[in-house]
């Protein structure tokens, strides 16, 4: 049964979802966003560590490089707008090893590059003037960067959504797309819908439905969790701007970081260890959930095999990674008076959707992948949030018109204006 025929249907109602039913319903476009649990934001968007980033991580002339940037201020005025919780708290990113004061320069460089206004190179002695508990020899620092609560952002995204005429329905799983000349059938466990055109935006279940559709299939998606502990102890918060380490600029991730939260919380997380089971939010109970999923991974393993840096990471999570020790030590890296008991395990698990191609190489751009009536949204991975608004302004522009097919094919994106 046809239960109803729209122009665009999207699938996940998570902050890039929202924000696109956003720009199209703004658009006069008639959306319906199918969302399988029952509120919006309940995964990566609702679990992250809210961090609006600068910029300056992503690689030159990458897309993600030109949302970030764009996206960061486009996250402010709407944050402003909507008075959805904000704070520009600015940004350290520690060399707590001599040897990476002088990399410090290559990150303002890609930073410069990139657009990112007032980066800064000082010695943290004079960093401490700011932010008293920094340790290390020098930081970069970032005005621009802010936290926001990542939550409320999806839901006010999903609000002006459906003030402009959008649908969303909740328990709606997509279990199947079907592209035909004519429209796509979008089919949910108990309905079905029509539409010109759907647009793939499920996180970390998005390459299953770009699979189904023989879309896709260069790359294998690792699903990443990240754990954070909380600093409890009581008096002056230990740091009230977000720290980062230094990291290598050839690793797509960004290290250990100490952040406030809008709520007054300061993290110290989130990590990144590879699991098989997509939801694993609750304890370690993944590692039984890999035995059962294993046989059926095979494309998974291999790429984890191929890949020293997941293998490192995956290392961590028998040893390091999921004890109190190893978060406690990266943070002391870059901050000091944090006491091994100031910390808790905190009850926020994220989960990043990490593309990895088939030779078991990371990628580390957007990966954006079409057919005639589908766009498939597939390496969203952070700062995905800092780019939802950009993101969806960039894809909807593009969707002009949509239904007489988008084409786009990532990561070549990068070239697109
Ligand atoms: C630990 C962690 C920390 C992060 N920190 C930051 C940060 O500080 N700053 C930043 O900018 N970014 C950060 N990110 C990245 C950011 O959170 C993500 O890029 C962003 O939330 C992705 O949004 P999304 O809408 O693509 O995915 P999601 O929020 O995962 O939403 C996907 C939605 O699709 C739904 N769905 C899935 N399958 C189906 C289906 N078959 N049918 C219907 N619905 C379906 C899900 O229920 C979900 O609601 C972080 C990510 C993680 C995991």
């Given at each position: 049964m046809i239960e109803n025929t729209v122009d665009v249907i999207i699938i996940g109602g998570g902050v890039l979802g929202c924000a696109i039913a956003r720009s199209l319903a703004a658009q006069r476009r008639n959306v319906m966003l199918l969302e399988k649990e029952p509120d919006v934001g309940l995964h990566a968007s609702g679990r992250n560590s809210g961090i609006v980033h600068s910029g300056f991580h992503q690689k030159p002339g990458s897309l993600a490089a030109r949302l970030c940037v764009e996206g960061s201020h486009a996250i402010r005025k709407y944050a402003e707008s909507r008075r959805i919780p904000y704070e520009q708290v600015g940004t350290y990113v520690v060399a707590s090893d001599k040897s990476h004061v002088a990399m410090l320069e290559d990150l303002k460089g890609r930073g410069d590059r990139n657009g990112v206004q007032d980066l800064q190179i000082i010695p943290v002695s004079r960093a401490k003037a700011n932010e008293p508990s920094l340790h290390g020899h020098a930081v970069l620092y970032s005005p621009t960067g802010a936290i926001i609560d990542s939550r409320a952002l999806t839901k006010a995204l999903a609000n002006d959504a459906l003030r402009s005429g959008a649908h969303i329905r909740y328990w709606q799983e997509v279990v199947n797309i079907d592209e035909r000349p004519d429209a796509v059938y979008v089919s949910t466990r108990?309905?079905?819908?029509?539409?010109?055109?759907?647009?793939?935006?499920?996180?970390?279940?998005?390459?299953?439905?770009?699979?189904?559709?023989?879309?896709?299939?260069?790359?294998?998606?690792?699903?990443l969790r990240g754990i954070y502990f909380t600093v409890t102890r009581s008096g002056p918060p230990l740091i009230q701007s977000i720290v980062y380490p230094f990291q290598d600029c050839a690793s797509p991730f960004f290290g250990v970081h100490v952040a406030p939260t809008v709520n007054g919380a300061v993290l110290v997380g989130p990590g990144a260890v590879p699991v098989f089971d997509r939801e694993a939010y609750h304890s370690i109970s993944h590692h039984f959930t890999v035995m059962a999923q294993l046989a059926s991974q095979r494309a998974v393993w291999k790429a984890v095999f191929q890949n020293r840096e997941l293998l490192r990471l995956g290392w961590k999570s028998d040893t390091h990674s999921v004890t109190k020790q190893y978060f406690w030590k990266e943070a002391c890296r870059v901050v000091e008076g944090l006491e091994f008991e100031d910390l808790s395990l905190g009850s926020r698990v994220g989960i990043y959707p990490q593309l990895i191609q088939t030779d078991g190489q990371f990628i580390d751009d957007l990966v954006i992948e079409s057919t005639e009536r589908s766009i498939h949204v597939l390496n969203m991975i952070a700062p995905g949030m800092t780019c939802a608004l950009s993101f969806a302004k960039w894809l909807t522009d593009r969707m002009q018109g949509a239904g007489q097919g988008v084409k786009f094919k990532t990561p070549s994106l990068a070239s697109v204006s």
């Open positions: 108990d309905a079905r819908y029509r539409a010109e055109i759907v647009v793939n935006c499920a996180g970390v279940h998005a390459d299953r439905l770009a699979h189904g559709m023989g879309v896709g299939e260069d790359y294998v998606l690792v699903p």
